[in-house]
């Protein structure tokens, strides 16, 4: 066993020691590794740098988490605000060292010692940095990190109790129609009260993103944001062509759903806050709080596999998760990670609804993965780009079908695959819909914030024509897209879930018909991490790419089947 595959044993979160890096710490950092390339000493340049890459990342991990956990902090405030400061300095020495990592005569020796798909990496990161846009940088971590705290601000009344947004899930999918429009109500009457912050932030973001995209030479930010997500296989125009077949074979699909559903609730209309109620006898959900899922999830893995099971026992008994949900804290779930240690950790709010299992067995999925790299000696490799790190995360949900019993219940658990199931197809079509909605943001950097709104309600109409608001004005003027963090936090990162789901969907169907060899195929993709761009780990796990004509359509008529729809 090599020293980085011992990473993480035994390590407990609170355990975790990350010094606080400088201005001045950094540079002599880097001084010290330049001195090294100067003698020729490439394996003391390159394990200098890996070193201090990690901790640079450890660090700012943590300060972002403190932050996710506690919004109201001061300190933990601070830390962030001296990160977001401090960041495009070390983005400044380390875009400086690629540089002159690529022009070593020496390539042969450099790609022995780092891998040749890490080089191809960086030639592309350092098209998307230059000093002059430090300043923005930070502006632009500002405003994001306003806008996470805006959101965790939220109290809304519904049913006589005060909840943040997390905690009005229950509500909007509760099996009472008029209660279900109370929440909407009660979450759009927050963003109503904040419609003018909400728009200027946003407006300011593309603004910075733009300017930024101009100093470095490219005439929109469009394929600025694609290098800054390292998509070196596919542009825009694949991207292009994948919506088109959302909006060929999924679109027709959900609209006849939702019809469906209509019908047999006896609505004359099918409005907005009917969208949630998947299953007509009341959306499954967990079998107990936080204590009990996290018992049960243990029991599961166990069941499943004995790599899941050893992983889910670190993961518990060292402490890297937070699950639940309380006020101050920023909203959703993610995964993060501390490669100084070789550990993810999983962030969430649970709030009893099915979303609790969808989003731990989601989040999971990314923390076995970063789990299952951690032998990989490069930065590069031990996250996969995003759309193929959302295949490990969506690929267990899928996977954890047969066993999800232990999380909703054995009387429920037909009815939860079958909700799931149902929820991933009507994802796609909101999923591209914020994905084209970006594209036109971004050519169109002076439209107003009207403008913006109209640009979403033109999309949405042919992504989701059968979207009715009712009453709800700030819906009705094309607001929705101002409650998706990843509008304002990641540009052009939300596709990645629909073109995950297409692959993930495709490990659904082979586990159908061979279910360890499925799982298998799973954790060995997984342990690939981000050796290899996108389109290649998907041809390693044999799955057919979201690109290529059919691949779509075949697992959409296979869920179709299923369902018997
Ligand atoms: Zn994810």
């Avoid at 450099?110 to 191809?120: D, S, T």
């Avoid at 008029?178 to 593309?206: K, P």
């Avoid at 077949?245 to 939702?258: K, Y």
């Avoid at 936090?489 to 018909?513: E, H, K, N």
Wanted: glycine letters at 8%.
């Amino acid at each position: 066993m090599s020293r980085l595959c011992q990473l993480g044993t035994g390590v407990r979160f609170a355990e975790i020691v990350a010094t606080r890096p400088t201005a001045d710490s950094l540079a002599a950092t880097y001084v010290a590794i330049d001195t090294a390339l100067s003698a020729g000493d490439f394996g003391a340049a390159i394990a200098g740098w890996e070193l201090a890459r990690r901790e640079w990342s450890t660090w700012s991990s943590l300060v972002h988490l403190r932050f996710a956990q506690n919004t109201a902090d001061k300190q933990a405030k601070a830390d962030l605000d001296y990160t977001d400061a401090l960041a495009p300095e070390a983005a400044d020495l380390e875009t400086s060292l690629k540089r002159r990592l690529l022009a070593v005569e020496q390539r042969p020796m450099l790609a022995a010692l780092v891998g040749e798909y890490p080089l191809r990496l960086w030639a592309t990161d350092v098209t998307t940095f230059d000093p002059s846009i430090k300043p923005d940088l930070e502006a632009e971590s500002k405003l994001i990190a306003r806008y996470t705290e805006l959101l965790a601000s939220a109290r809304v009344t519904i049913s006589a109790q005060t909840v943040n947004l997390s905690g009005l899930g229950p509500y909007a999918q509760h099996p009472d129609r008029g209660i279900r429009y109370q929440a909407e109500l009660a979450r759009w009457g927050f963003f109503t009260e904040h419609a003018g912050e909400l728009d200027s932030i946003y407006g300011q973001l593309v603004a910075l993103r733009h300017g930024m995209a101009k100093k470095l030479g490219y005439e929109t930010f469009t394929p600025l944001g694609y290098r800054l997500l390292r998509r070196i296989d596919y542009g825009p125009e694949h991207v292009a062509r994948y919506r088109d077949q959302v909006l060929r074979h999924v679109v027709p699909l959900v609209g006849r759903l939702l019809e469906d559903r209509r019908v047999a609730n006896g609505w004359d209309k099918l409005r907005f806050w009917d969208e949630a109620l998947i299953d007509p006898a009341g959306n499954p959900s967990p079998i107990g709080d936080h204590d009990v899922l996290v018992s049960a999830a243990q029991t599961m893995f166990d069941k499943m596999d004995p790599r899941l099971a050893a992983f889910c026992n670190l993961l518990f008994s060292g402490g890297f998760t937070d699950l639940k949900n309380r006020p101050g804290k920023a909203g959703g779930g993610f995964c993060t990670s501390f490669p100084t240690v070789g550990m993810p950790f999983i962030f969430a709010n649970f709030n009893g609804t099915h979303d609790d299992i969808g989003v731990f067995t989601h989040e999971m999925g990314h923390a076995f993965q970063n789990w299952q790299s951690r032998h990989h000696t490069s930065s590069d490799c031990l996250w996969p780009t995003m759309e193929a790190a959302e295949i490990n995360s969506m690929g267990l949900e899928f996977l954890s079908y047969p066993r999800i019993g232990y999380l909703v219940g054995e009387a429920a658990a037909d009815r939860f695959r079958r909700m799931h199931l149902l929820g991933a197809l009507s994802f796609l079509p909101y999923g591209v819909c914020v994905d084209h909605f970006q594209h036109e943001v971004y050519a169109h950097p002076d439209a107003s914030a009207a403008e913006r709104h109209a640009m979403w309600q033109r999309l949405e109409r042919l992504y989701m024509p059968w979207s009715n608001y009712g009453d709800v004005a700030f819906l009705n003027k094309g607001g929705r897209w101002q409650a998706k963090p990843h509008i304002y936090g990641s540009p052009f990162y939300y596709i990645d879930y629909t073109l995950a789901l297409c692959c993930a969907m495709q490990f659904w169907v082979r586990s159908r018909r061979d279910y360890q060899a499925a799982l298998n195929s799973y954790v060995e993709l997984c342990g690939r991490g981000g050796s290899a761009p996108f389109q290649d780990l998907v041809r390693s796990a044999g799955l057919i790419s979201p690109f290529s004509e059919g691949a779509l359509a075949g697992v959409v008529a296979e869920a179709t089947a299923f369902l018997g729809i």
